[in-house]
């Protein structure tokens, strides 16, 4: 089980540029969500998609958006960047039916914006 | 609103000794808890969960203890190792499962010396 991938690992891009990162949920997961980490902050929650549905939404603008394919692997896009969008993004995989089960993460794509 | 709090950025601790990584909510609807353990370049994995019907919650090394009323809780590690050395997030789903938005702490960053 390879577990949840991400890809890039690193970036580098100019403000007012976009970028697309991308995400393949662990095995057998149906629900990923996407977070922005700071440094020495938490990550924060950006939105989650389910059945190619975003599904919920965190307190980000519209600058972010994303896409859920039907083998449930998802994109996350951000158009116009700013310096403030430098951060880990990371991705996480669940089922929507274990409601107790843990969201599994990938290692992060590390984007810096010059 | 930081509805989840981690007061400590940092913690040092003997190897063998126990670690005491501490956390507390404001938001009395939360009732699922989550540590997270996050080592550089990795994405955060899951550590151990607290239901809030419960008070404390074991596996292994680590216990994880929740107080209601006073809205806090706390991971213990013990004995701790030198490979416990890491960030450790406390987070809480806004709803629901797991599966959910997380909310996160800052994170404590634990090192454990040899």
């Known amino acids: 089980d390879a577990g949840v991938t991400q890809s890039p690992t690193h970036l580098i891009k100019t403000r007012g540029q976009q970028v697309t990162l991308r995400c393949s949920p662990k095995?057998?997961?149906?629900?990923v969500s996407w977070y922005q980490q700071a440094l020495g902050q938490g990550p924060q929650f950006i939105f989650q998609?389910?059945?190619?549905?975003?599904?919920q939404r965190g307190n980000f603008p519209d600058r972010f958006s994303g896409h859920q394919f039907p083998n449930y692997s998802s994109e996350l896009n951000v158009n116009a960047l700013l310096l403030g969008d430098s951060a880990l993004y990371l991705c996480?995989?669940?089922?929507?039916?274990?409601?107790?089960?843990?969201?599994?993460f990938g290692q992060g794509t590390r984007l810096t914006v010059v | 609103d930081q509805q989840v709090k981690q007061n400590s950025p940092s913690l040092s601790v003997q190897e063998g000794r126990i670690s005491i990584l501490n956390c507390d909510y404001t938001?009395?609807?939360?009732?699922?808890f989550l540590w997270y353990k996050k080592y550089p370049a990795e994405g955060p994995t899951f550590l151990i969960s607290?239901?809030?019907?419960?008070d404390k919650n074991e596996d292994g090394r680590f216990t994880v203890f929740l107080n209601k009323s006073a809205k806090h809780l706390s991971l213990h590690i013990v004995p701790s190792q030198p490979g416990d050395s890491a960030v450790y997030f406390c987070?809480?789903?806004?709803?629901?499962?797991?599966?959910?938005?997380?909310?996160f702490g800052t994170g404590t960053l634990l090192a454990v010396q040899p």
């Open positions: 996480a995989s669940s089922r929507l039916d274990r409601v107790h089960g843990e969201a599994f």
């Open positions: 095995s057998g997961h149906d629900t």
């Open positions: 998609y389910y059945e190619e549905e975003e599904r």
């Open positions: 938001n009395s609807m939360f009732d699922y």
């Open positions: 607290i239901s809030s019907i419960k």
């Open positions: 987070a809480s789903p806004t709803k629901g499962g797991a599966t959910n938005k997380l909310i």
